[in-house]
Nanobody, 130 residues
Framework: QVQLVESGGGLVQPGGSLRLSCAAS????????MYWVRQAPGKGLEWVSGINTGGGSTYYADSVKGRFTISRDNAKNTLYLQMDSLKPEDTALYYC???????????????????????WGQGTQVTVSS
C-alpha cells in the first residue's frame, strides 16, 4: 500500500536549518509530482513547495522562496525539504503529499497548490523558537 513517512522535524532556533525527508513506498515514486504542505497552530493549510517527477521544476510559496529548497532522490524514493533561515512563523506540522496526476500546480494566493492530492504522510513537527 502507499505510504509516505516524514521525518527530520524538531526544535530549532531562529536562523537555523532543518532538512525534512519523506520516504515513499508502495508506488512508483518517480512518476508523481510531490508537495510539502504545512499547518500552523490555529491556521489553515499552506502549500509550501512542489516538485515535478524528474526534479527539474520546483515551486515555492512566496513566504519561503529563497529560504527553502525542495528536492527528490528517485533512486531512494525520498522527497526532501531543506529549510534555512528559519523563522518563528515557520513553526508548523509539515506533511508531504502526492498528486495522483502528472500535472503542474496552480498559483493561488501566494502559493502553488496541486489540483488534487490522494495520499499524505502523518506529518513532522517543526518548531522555531529561541
Amino acid at each position: 500500500q502507499v505510504q509516505l513517512v516524514e521525518s527530520g522535524g524538531g526544535l530549532v532556533q531562529p536562523g537555523g536549518s532543518l532538512r525534512l525527508s519523506c520516504a515513499a513506498s508502495g508506488f512508483t515514486f518517480s512518476s508523481y509530482w510531490m508537495y510539502w504542505v504545512r499547518q500552523a497552530p490555529g491556521k489553515g493549510l499552506e502549500w509550501v513547495s512542489g516538485i515535478n517527477t524528474g526534479g527539474g521544476s520546483t515551486y515555492y510559496a512566496d513566504s519561503v522562496k529563497g529560504r527553502f529548497t525542495i528536492s527528490r532522490d528517485n533512486a531512494k524514493n525520498t522527497l526532501y525539504l531543506q529549510m534555512d533561515s528559519l523563522k518563528p512563523e515557520d513553526t508548523a506540522l509539515y506533511y508531504c503529499a502526492r498528486d495522483p496526476e502528472d500535472r503542474a500546480p496552480t498559483y493561488d494566493s501566494g502559493s502553488y497548490r496541486p489540483l488534487d492530492t490522494d495520499y499524505w504522510g502523518q506529518g513532522t513537527q517543526v518548531t522555531v523558537s529561541s
